[in-house]
């Protein structure tokens, strides 16, 4: 089943639940989905792959956490409150995130295969961790763990 048949799906369950957070989150996700095909279109593809699905999925997640943080510094909990409400319903439909020991496994792998022993080198690195890691670690989580590989 697709993200988008899902999701359909799961906005069909949550109207019938009467789950107003999740129903409002799950049509989110699927406006973003249909915009994100109308804007591919003209290039020729109807639907989005797997992987444009999780990047888009993973673009929600990250502006949930960081409106959450914004929320948290005023002073206004209960706007975070529901970031994280509709933040956890987000991660339902993203594969589960690695363990630091895993994506550490990742990073040994492509340092090696880069040959990367520096700083200089930690542009290769970034590029080929973020490409396969996307949607499963935090940008900044894999981007610290490389710092701390390539200077110590």
Do not use: H
Request: glycine share 6%; net charge neutral; aromatic share 2%.
């Amino acid at each position: 089943m697709s993200l988008k048949d899902r999701i359909s799906e799961d906005i069909k369950v949550a109207m019938k639940a009467k789950d107003k957070i999740r129903l409002e989150t799950v049509r989110s996700i699927k406006k973003l989905i249909l915009e994100k095909e109308v804007s591919l279109r003209p290039q020729g593809q109807e639907t989005l792959t797997e992987t444009q699905e999780l990047e888009l999925l993973a673009q929600l997640a990250k502006q949930r956490r960081d409106s959450m943080e914004q929320y948290r510094n005023a002073g206004r909990e209960d706007l975070a409150e529901q970031e994280a409400k509709e933040l956890a319903i987000l991660e339902e439909y993203l594969p589960a995130p690695l363990s630091d020991q895993e994506i550490e496994a990742v990073l040994d792998e492509i340092i090696t295969q880069t040959g990367a022993s520096s700083m200089k080198d930690m542009g290769k690195v970034m590029g080929l961790a973020m490409d396969k890691l996307k949607g499963r670690a935090e940008g900044r989580k894999i981007q610290a763990m490389v710092k701390a590989k390539l200077s110590g």
